[in-house]
């Protein structure tokens, strides 16, 4: 905070003299005026806390100064004391207040009145001062605050987003793909609609891997995973990777016809690709094999049968020949199955 500064105008030096050894005591910046025109000078450059103004001046009186103060809006808001020698009549000090003033003193002045008026006009700058400091700091704060809570907020997105999201095709990851079938799995069971589930793998991935190398083998899972997302589905039909070359799609009220419908679609998109792998022992291209299961989900089997039955199901399509789809109604497994162990 910087030293209070105090504006004392007077057309007479030993008035301003006198003054000036009144004010000693405090710690202020004095400025001197000895004119109407050259105190209004020195309000375009400083900021005062109290301005000191001679009434009786030759040319513009102490009242026309006020008032041309009063009109510039930057120190409006400045205390201004007349001081005069003029009779106390009340008509002056109405004048006075008109222009303005917040005081009035009287010549000679009164040392000990003087200053202590003095002293809590200075005060009064100093806490308008502090709480203008402190309003900026709280600004600053407030604005620290909300670019910290926008950052916060970012890193939370990129956290959920690396939680969910499989790092190398950006599908959903196997953690996010358990949540959703768990939950449409529970859907299901409320709404008694069909539940399917697709798994599919990539054929002869390893030798496809072992053939063009692990990078090109990457590229390869990518763009098997775009060519997935361009499938045509409804919003509530999730894509997800697996494992390595194993993705998988939850088909919630969907039946073993609808998603046979997919299956095929997703062989062709894989066909249309045309990739080649020359390594492959069933084909000359890339091809992808498709296990579909369908369910209307109970609370008395648990929802991995699900995704047993979808795995016996691709490996059905791989023992016919691969590129191809196989599907396995839920029921006629858990039927075939009565000597599993419990299905927990
Ligand atoms: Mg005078």
């Known amino acids: 905070m910087g030293i209070p500064k105090i504006l004392i105008v007077d057309d007479r030096p030993e ?46 009186d102490g009242y026309e100064v006020a008032e041309l103060m009063r009109g510039n809006k930057k120190n409006r808001h400045i205390p201004i004391i007349f001081v005069t020698a003029a009779s106390k009549a009340s008509a002056h000090v109405f004048k006075g207040y008109e222009s303005g003033a917040v005081d009035y003193l ?21 806490q308008k001062e502090a709480l203008r400091e402190k309003t900026q700091e709280f600004n600053r704060k407030l604005i620290e605050l909300e670019e910290l809570q926008q950052q916060l907020e970012e890193t939370n997105e990129q956290l959920l987003m690396l939680s969910t999201t499989d790092g190398l095709t950006g599908l959903l990851n196997r953690r996010r793909f358990d949540e959703i079938f768990n939950a449409e799995w529970k859907r299901g069971i409320r709404a008694q609609r069909p539940l399917s589930l697709i798994m599919l793998d ?6 496809y891997n072992d053939t063009y190398g692990h990078q090109v083998g990457d590229d390869c899972l990518r763009e098997v995973a775009r060519t997935l997302s361009s499938i045509p589905l409804r919003e ?16 919630p009220e969907t039946d ?52 047993e039955v979808a795995d016996d199901a691709l490996y059905e399509a791989k023992h016919n ?22 299905f927990s």
Do not use: W, Y
Not at 202 to 207: E, G, M, P, Q, V
Not at 238 to 248: D, K, L, N, V
Not at 263 to 288: D, G, M, Q, W, Y
């Open 15 to 60: 008035n301003l003299l006198a003054l000036e050894g009144l004010l000693e005591q405090f710690n202020i910046d004095l400025i001197k005026a000895n004119s109407g025109e050259e105190a209004l000078a020195h309000t375009l450059d400083h900021e005062f806390a109290l301005i000191l103004l001679d009434v009786q001046m030759p040319g513009m």
């Open 106 to 126: 009287f010549k000679p002045l009164i040392p000990m009145v003087f200053q202590s008026k003095v002293g809590v006009f200075i005060e009064l700058f100093q």
């Open 202 to 207: 990539i054929d002869h991935f390893k030798a």
């Open 236 to 251: 509530l039909d999730r894509f997800a990777r697996i494992g390595g070359e194993e993705f998988a799609i939850i088909l």
């Open 256 to 307: 073993s016809k609808g998603a046979m419908q997919v299956a095929k679609r997703i062989i062709e998109s894989i066909e249309i690709l045309s990739k080649p792998h020359s390594s492959s022992p069933s084909s000359n291209h890339l091809t992808v094999s498709v296990g579909v299961a369908t369910v209307i989900p109970n609370s008395e089997i648990s929802s991995r049968k699900l995704m």
């Open 321 to 342: 020949g691969r590129n191809g789809c196989c599907s396995l109604a839920l029921s006629e497994k858990v039927s075939a199955l009565t000597a599993a162990p419990a």
